[in-house]
């Protein structure tokens, strides 16, 4: 199949190379460096598929687009298909393809190095240091060994983190509405949303983003949690909404706050901006705290999910090719 790669980068290149030459090169793949949007839709013209990332656009218009060009499958090489109109994909026969699990480590492993550099101020500690200055004032960190993390979302990625946590000797609470065994395997027990709310030193979210989860964690539930809780965001960025952080980080309400995603990001993220003024004031006030980390959406940057990602999406089209359905679909009904 011929296939546009859209927000391609270079890692996105070397490895869907690498998956597609093992399974003999069986896809043409046009690797595009622009975002997929109605402005950019039109670059997918005489190709069978569309491969997207988590912050293409996806909205019924895009859709539209694709279909009048006789593409019928759209491949995310993500997990999370927040940005798909789902049930316009179905209304025109467009199947949606994602990366269920590639590295549940690799995302959880990065929700602890979130919470590791907060709690013990490496982020700041790093910059001492180069400049030669080795004062330990306002570097004061907590033992994590006996402390409470609440996990909200306790699928592929919130059984990883619980497992680790446990390690830690930390009591790990969740919530979803779906109870897994595996996760009180570990140790972990399960908990309503309040009461995780109200016992958690950390609260670590780890759900999809649906209309249920859209800003679950916002100034009432904040005002709900412990005073000086922390709050690790690596799930998508609108599970929190960012002016209530401002609002209780300023207050002193929040202790830390960790974000690998953002809910404006698409206009920030996985590009260098380096040069230029950052537009978005919300943003632009979170960086101004010490006691605020925030990553560009890598948490799922590591060599086994870049493979893992890439051998799953070459699977998904090659499946798709030959019985026209991709190994991984995404339905409506995943939404409930
Ligand atoms: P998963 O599908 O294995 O687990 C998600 C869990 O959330 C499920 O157990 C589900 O029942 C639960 N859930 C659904 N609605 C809920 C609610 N209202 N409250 C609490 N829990 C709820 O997904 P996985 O692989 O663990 O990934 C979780 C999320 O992490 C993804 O949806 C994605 O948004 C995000 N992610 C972020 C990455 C990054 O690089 N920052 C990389 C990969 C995933």
Do not use: W
């Not at 402390?147 to 619980?162: D, E, P, W």
């Amino acid at each position: 199949m011929k296939v546009a790669v859209y927000s391609t980068k270079a890692y996105d290149r070397t490895f869907l190379e690498r998956a597609n030459a093992a399974q003999d090169n069986s896809h043409e793949l046009r690797f595009l460096e622009m975002r997929l949007s109605s402005e950019t839709a039109a670059l997918s013209g005489h190709c069978d598929a569309i491969c997207a990332f988590v912050n293409d656009t996806l909205d019924r218009e895009v859709l539209t687009n694709i279909m009048d060009r006789g593409i019928r499958l759209v491949a995310l090489r993500c997990a999370g298909f927040n940005n798909v109109d789902l049930v316009a994909a179905r209304d025109m026969g467009i199947a949606i393809a994602r990366v269920p699990a590639y590295s549940p480590e690799a995302v959880a492993e990065h929700t602890i190095a979130l919470i590791l550099s907060l709690n013990r101020k490496i982020h700041k500690a790093y910059a001492r240091v180069r400049e030669g200055n080795f004062a330990l004032d306002g570097l004061v960190g907590f033992d994590l060994k006996g402390r409470t993390i609440g996990i909200v979302g306790t699928g592929k990625i919130g059984i990883c983190l619980a497992r680790i946590m446990r390690g830690f000797g930390c009591h790990v609470l969740g919530f979803d509405p779906r109870h897994d065994p595996a996760f009180v395997e570990t140790g972990a027990e399960y908990v309503d949303l309040p009461d995780l709310f109200a016992q958690a030193d950390i609260v670590s979210l780890h759900c999809p983003l649906t209309p249920h989860t859209h800003h679950l964690v916002d100034a009432e539930a904040i005002a709900t949690m412990k005073p000086g809780v922390m709050i690790i965001n690596t799930g998508r960025g609108a599970l929190v909404e960012a002016r209530s952080l401002i609002r209780g980080l300023k207050s002193g309400r929040i202790g830390h706050v960790g974000l690998d995603v953002y809910e404006e990001e698409s206009d920030l993220f996985f590009e260098n901006l380096s040069g230029t003024i950052i537009q978005d004031d919300v943003f632009a006030r979170l960086l101004t705290f010490p006691n605020v980390l925030i990553t560009g959406h890598q948490a799922f940057l590591t060599i086994e999910a870049l493979t893992a990602i890439a051998e799953t999406t070459i699977g998904n089209i090659s499946q798709f090719a030959a019985t026209g359905r991709p190994n991984h679909t995404v339905s409506v009904e995943m939404l409930a």
